[in-house]
């Protein structure tokens, strides 16, 4: 007999309980006998260091009720919503094994078929629209939402919403590709995505991580389960929590300082122009924050100007942003499992179309594998340099996570 299987795809940054809604919905929902999360990688979509390295966040996913925790490459993790989702879709679909996708939507009862038909066709009308916005000077997800608004009335404030456009991406992945996949939105519960306000036991994680850098915890410790609220206060205790990227200012200000707007102008997603700005600016600016705020404007967001920063001290290439969006992933990553996951990867080792890997390095890997691997060293480097006790060579040493007898 067939059984179900769910994939979610999340950052859990950190996780709280409207994730955990997510997940026992998400289960309900569809009958499924396992649920397997890909998780992102240590720098977010958005462009920021996760508060909490992947593998704390992987234990906090399995104790939530994931069955199999997959990486997202960094690559991807950190990148547009396009990408971002693209990457992901790509690695639930290779599994073979996963029959349905969730995901959170602030409108989950909306019809997207209309929108989606546009985007995948875009008839010239939309093309025509589009331009007009880019040449404006709006971000083209902005620019995009106009124009969607343009020919159809409301849509743009659909889309304005994060989870709303993410679950879009999605759906135009899964519909380009034709992949068997069932989606399965749920609605958003709680604060906004990007809302920092309390709100008793719903709050964003945005705001969590606010609460945590302001000393102020005791405020959000409701929208937290007991096991999340555990595992941070051993992760603040021991060291082991990214509140910001500041401590990175010195090496994309130094690294800056000695290329030229040229060789900037080289960097993954780099638009024309912005390498002089950026070379100005690490000459210029005083923190990590300030140079992010002196780049953002109308066109380019805040978490654009700080993917182009993350990309640049990776050190990802235009050339390398085009391969590796046309290729997609190469491996699925293993970040851990339970007891009936471990039941379950097998069953995918004998289904999947990628190498299913459980370690940070593996020699015979050549080519596009070996690159997106060593981005990830990389990524994780960086994400060491901010926190109080960095772990040597973590990433290459790490092992999948087991869940055993759970966090408390």
Request: aromatic share 10%.
């Amino acid at each position: 007999m067939s059984k179900n299987v769910v994939g979610i795809i999340a950052e859990y940054n950190p996780l709280h309980n409207g994730h955990v809604f997510q997940l026992n919905e998400a289960t309900r929902k569809t009958d499924a006998s396992e649920i397997v999360v890909v998780l992102s990688s240590h720098f977010t979509q958005r462009g920021e260091p996760a508060f909490l390295d992947k593998w704390q966040r992987t234990a906090l996913a399995l104790e939530a009720g994931a069955d199999v925790v997959l990486e997202l490459p960094v690559f991807f993790s950190c990148h547009n919503a396009g990408v971002f989702a693209a990457g992901a879709v790509d690695i639930l679909a290779a599994c073979h094994s996963v029959t349905h996708l969730s995901f959170g939507m602030e409108n989950h009862n909306c019809d997207l078929s209309t929108i989606l038909d546009i985007l995948i066709h875009e008839p010239e009308p939309f093309k025509r629209e589009l331009r007009r916005y880019l040449e404006k000077g709006f971000s083209y997800v902005k620019a995009r939402a106009s124009a969607l608004e343009a020919l159809i009335p409301d849509s743009g404030s659909i889309l304005s919403q994060p989870n709303n456009s993410l679950a879009l991406a999605y759906l135009l992945h899964i519909e380009k590709n034709k992949y068997p996949l069932h989606c399965v939105p749920i609605e958003r519960k709680g604060a906004g995505y990007h809302d920092e306000t309390f709100q008793g036991t719903w709050a964003s994680a945005s705001a969590i991580r606010k609460a945590y850098r302001g000393g102020k915890q005791e405020n959000i410790l409701d929208a937290l389960p007991s096991f999340s609220r555990s595992l941070i206060e051993e992760a603040c205790k021991s060291g082991r929590i990214a509140y910001s990227a500041q401590k990175l200012w010195p090496f994309l200000q130094t690294s800056l300082l000695r290329s030229t707007p040229q060789e900037i102008a080289k960097t993954a997603e780099m638009k024309e122009g912005l390498e002089n700005l950026f070379y100005k600016l690490a000459g210029t600016s005083l923190s990590w924050d300030d140079f992010v705020s002196q780049a953002t404007s109308k066109r380019y967001t805040k978490g654009t100007i700080q993917r182009f920063a993350i990309d640049w001290l990776l050190g990802i290439k235009h050339w390398e942003n085009r391969a590796f969006q046309r290729l997609g992933p190469q491996y699925i990553r293993v970040l851990g499992f339970s007891s009936r996951g471990k039941k379950l990867l097998k069953e995918m080792r004998s289904k999947t179309t990628l190498p299913i890997i459980t370690r940070g390095y593996i020699p015979s890997f050549r080519g596009p594998s070996r690159r997106l691997l060593q981005l990830e060293n990389i990524a994780s480097t960086l994400w060491e340099y901010l926190v109080d006790t960095p772990y040597t060579e973590h990433e290459l040493r790490a092992i999948p996570y087991q869940l055993e007898n759970g966090l408390g």
